[in-house]
């Protein structure tokens, strides 16, 4: 067991909050990468970076919101030439299917100098139980843009467990594990497995790019929508209409279904209106 502990940047987002859970039940030491941890950390603050490296070996990098927002790959990659000098070992990170900003990401941590691993997902199937399509789903509507273009859409629990294993386990250096389901699917689709799950009818309903932009900047405002609706646009266009062996190299074993994601997240109350 390593005594030198794993920083893991973004410790309660979606994933970072999954593999934080299995590190430390494994006994591994942990620092969270937060803005609210002892030794904080923080994506717009690079004076935090050094001492939240200070003394740790790995380090699993996730960028919030998303690796497309402005200045995103130049702060990765000054964050590898901090890392490089704090003396980090391996650098797991996080990327995007089909995004430009998303692989130039992955460069700059290609050129830190420093061990990586590429994990480079496709869509996140708790974006429906745990992101801003909840409030859709459970007013009984899917509303995405795209038509019928199909997604491998992946648990992020698979996607932890890539994550954990390519920070605790030896022969994952220098691999690019592009993660997927099991299946393609389009939207239309997984309205229909979330209907069979919750028990209730959930319709697709295609919309404009136009109206998925309006839809976010409700939410979250101009800029993120404008982001997001990029990020959109640019790959729900076909070109990851197709499945990768991510997860069986890195684990030995087949990702979950999207039917059994959906079947766990009812069953936990996810879709439950607590109004």
């Given at each position: 067991?390593?005594?030198?502990p794993?920083?893991?940047?973004?410790?309660?987002?979606?994933?970072?909050?999954?593999?934080?859970?299995?590190?430390?039940?494994?006994?591994?030491?942990?620092?969270?990468?937060?803005?609210r941890?002892?030794?904080?950390?923080?994506?717009?603050?690079?004076?935090?970076?050094?001492?939240?490296?200070?003394?740790?070996?790995?380090?699993?990098?996730?960028?919030?919101?998303?690796?497309?927002?402005?200045?995103?790959?130049?702060?990765?990659?000054?964050?590898?030439?901090?890392?490089?000098t704090?003396?980090?070992?391996?650098?797991?990170?996080?990327?995007?299917?089909?995004?430009?900003?998303?692989?130039?990401?992955?460069?700059?941590?290609?050129?830190?100098?420093?061990?990586?691993?590429?994990?480079?997902?496709?869509?996140?199937?708790?974006?429906?139980?745990?992101?801003?399509?909840?409030?859709?789903?459970l007013?009984?509507?899917?509303?995405?843009?795209?038509?019928?273009?199909?997604?491998?859409?992946?648990?992020?629990e698979?996607?932890?467990?890539?994550?954990v294993?390519?920070?605790?386990?030896?022969?994952?250096?220098?691999?690019?594990?592009?993660?997927?389901?099991?299946?393609?699917?389009?939207?239309?689709?997984?309205?229909?497995?979330?209907?069979?799950?919750?028990?209730?009818?959930i319709?697709?309903?295609?919309?404009s790019?136009e109206?998925?932009?309006?839809?976010?900047?409700?939410?979250?405002?101009?800029?993120?929508?404008?982001?997001?609706?990029?990020?959109?646009?640019?790959?729900?266009?076909?070109?990851?209409?197709?499945?990768?062996?991510?997860?069986?190299?890195?684990?030995?074993?087949?990702?979950?279904?999207?039917?059994?994601?959906?079947?766990?997240?009812?069953?936990?109350?996810?879709?439950?209106?607590?109004?």
């Open positions: 067991m390593q005594t030198q794993i920083l893991v940047i973004g410790a309660t987002g979606k994933t970072g909050s999954r593999v934080v859970a299995r590190l430390e039940t494994m006994g591994f030491p942990v620092c969270h990468g937060t803005r941890a002892a030794i904080p950390f923080d994506w717009e603050v690079p004076e935090t970076w050094a001492p939240a490296l200070e003394g740790v070996s790995k380090a699993y990098v996730t960028y919030f919101p998303d690796l497309a927002f402005p200045g995103a790959v130049e702060k990765v990659a000054a964050f590898g030439d901090t890392a490089k704090a003396g980090l070992d391996h650098i797991v990170l996080l990327s995007g299917r089909g995004e430009h900003h998303a692989r130039l990401g992955e460069e700059a941590v290609r050129a830190s100098g420093i061990d990586y691993t590429l994990v480079r997902s496709a869509w996140f199937a708790q974006n429906f139980s745990e992101g801003y399509l909840r409030d859709p789903i007013a009984g509507i899917l509303p995405m843009p795209g038509g019928m273009i199909q997604e491998p859409i992946i648990d992020i698979d996607i932890a467990d890539v994550v294993c390519a920070l605790t386990e030896e022969g994952h250096k220098g691999e690019l594990y592009e993660v997927t389901g099991p299946r393609l699917m389009s939207f239309a689709d997984m309205a229909e497995v979330l209907s069979q799950a919750t028990g209730r009818p319709r697709h309903i295609p919309i790019f109206d998925f932009h309006a839809n976010i900047a409700a939410a979250g405002g101009d800029f993120v929508a404008d982001v997001f609706t990029a990020i959109a646009r640019e790959t729900l266009d076909g070109r990851n209409a197709h499945v990768c062996d991510g997860v069986e190299r890195a684990l030995g074993r087949q990702p979950r279904d999207f039917a059994d994601y959906a079947a766990d997240a009812a069953q936990s109350g996810a879709w439950i209106n607590a109004a």
